[in-house]
């Protein structure tokens, strides 16, 4: 498939392990397997989640989506600006 | 790298737009569904462009009911059971304002269930969110209306014995204009089914099957959330516009998701004017108008007058 210049959207994760209760959701749901579930415990004795592999993340938002805790949320990383621009509508 | 540990987290969450980031962490437990219903609720008032100052929020009593204490827009956390009755008041009081039902199975099926039948048979304009985790969570247990036949709770130790209500059929029989239901997998379904109820005048319903972990999950041995989860995933089968008679659900069994009704009646407020304006006449002033309504209705009234003495 030819996308022009596009490039595949990148997202940065922001976890805040001290409310993550360790449930997995995030870890299991991710489409990409950006996530792991950390073997370290947080204050609550719960294995929050980190990042495997950064470069995955589509910024899709579905980890944000289906955490209980409003414990993960994920921002457009930066681009690097040689990519064609997206134009919705216009 | 592409990890930030974000000393901001809070503030910078989008949904510190929506929640009171102050009040976290909450208390539902490990893989409990509710707070993803309430991302979910978030990102829909997101998305309906709603002015947030024309939101209100009311829950009765109950883990799921603990919503309103969460979100950082106009809310109740009402009595066992009477959200509804307060959400109508506010709504009758005041009808610009869009109210919003978020509440559990136990408090709004069954203490409450009466306010549930009459609102959807009056189509008050109210959506209703129904976290429906087959059971009374935060008293320890017990069966809820919704408890599949056969399952356990503390108050069925044997199993239950009972036929349960299937909350959209109900919702349906009663003349509810809206109804769809989501598992709490289908998280931005459940986003997108809510953004419509709150644009939908009328009685609109969402319910969302969810997992309590801690009561629900453990009794019945069915494992964690992600056990949950995977249930859904397993057994959950999208059919928009299914008659609402064949979406019951039995113990582990398929859950039927998807948009089941969307009609136009005129609501309560509808009919209130209409039958008071036919049988009163002019004199009847049409409850529930904002002031600028009534004067660009005034005005048109006047220029139709002066048209028709051309
Ligand atoms: C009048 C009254 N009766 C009983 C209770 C006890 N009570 C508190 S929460 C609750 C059940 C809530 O169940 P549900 O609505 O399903 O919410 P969940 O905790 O499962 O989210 C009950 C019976 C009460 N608070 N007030
Ligand atoms: S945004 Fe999507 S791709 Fe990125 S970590 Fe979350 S679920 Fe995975
Ligand atoms: S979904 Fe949320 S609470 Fe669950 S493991 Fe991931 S960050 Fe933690
Ligand atoms: S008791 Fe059940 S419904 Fe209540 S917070 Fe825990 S898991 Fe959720
Ligand atoms: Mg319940």
Redesign the interface.
């Known amino acids: 498939m030819y996308f022009g210049k596009l490039k595949e959207a990148k997202g940065v994760v922001h976890i805040n392990e001290s409310w993550c209760k360790g449930c997995g959701f995030c870890v299991n749901y991710c489409p990409t397997k950006v996530l792991v579930l950390s073997k370290d415990y947080n204050a609550k004795g719960y294995h929050p989640p980190q990042v495997q592999d950064a470069e995955l993340c589509r910024d899709c938002k579905f980890c944000e989506l289906i955490c209980p805790e409003f414990a993960i949320y994920v921002s457009p990383a930066p681009s690097d600006g040689d990519e064609d621009k997206e134009t919705h509508g216009a | 790298?592409?990890?930030?540990?974000?000393a901001n987290?809070?503030q910078?969450?989008?949904?510190s737009q929506f929640?009171r980031?102050e009040r976290?962490?909450?208390i539902?437990?490990?893989?409990?569904?509710?707070?993803?219903v309430v991302?979910?609720f978030a990102?829909a008032v997101k998305k309906s462009g709603l002015d947030l100052d024309k939101i209100a929020i009311v829950s009765g009593i109950g883990c799921t009911g603990r919503t309103a204490g969460y979100v950082k827009l106009d809310s109740f956390h009402s009595t066992h059971g009477r959200a509804i009755p307060l959400a109508t008041g506010l709504k009758l009081a005041n009808p610009e304002m869009k109210v919003v039902v978020f509440s559990g199975d136990g408090d709004l099926t069954s203490i409450g269930g009466n306010h549930f039948i009459h609102a959807a048979r009056r189509n008050m304009d109210i959506t209703v969110v129904c976290v429906n985790n087959f059971t009374y969570g935060m008293t320890g247990g017990q069966m809820t209306p919704t408890t599949p036949h056969t399952a356990n709770a503390s108050t069925t130790p044997y199993g239950n014995y009972e036929y349960p209500f299937s909350l959209p059929f109900l919702a349906d029989a009663c003349g509810a204009t809206y109804i769809a239901r989501w598992t709490s997998?289908h998280?931005?379904q459940i986003?997108g089914s809510i953004k419509e109820a709150l644009n939908h005048k009328g009685f609109s319903f969402v319910e969302v099957i969810a997992p309590c972990t801690t009561l629900y999950q453990r009794r019945n041995r069915l494992g964690?959330?992600?056990d949950a989860?995977e249930y859904y995933q397993n057994d959950a089968e999208i059919a928009h516009g299914l008659d609402t008679r064949q979406v019951d659900i039995d113990y582990q069994g398929k859950i039927k998701v998807g948009k089941f009704v969307e009609k136009q009646k005129p609501t309560y407020l509808d009919n209130v004017n209409q039958h008071y304006a036919q049988v009163i006449g002019d004199e009847y002033e049409l409850y529930g108008k904002t002031t600028p309504e009534k004067e660009a209705e005034a005005k048109a009234k006047a220029e139709s007058a002066a048209k028709g003495a051309v």
């Open positions: 790298m592409n990890v930030n540990a974000n987290f809070a910078d969450n989008p949904m929640l980031m976290m962490p909450h539902w437990c490990p893989g409990c569904g509710i707070g993803t991302t979910a990102e997998l998280a931005r986003s964690d959330g992600l989860l």
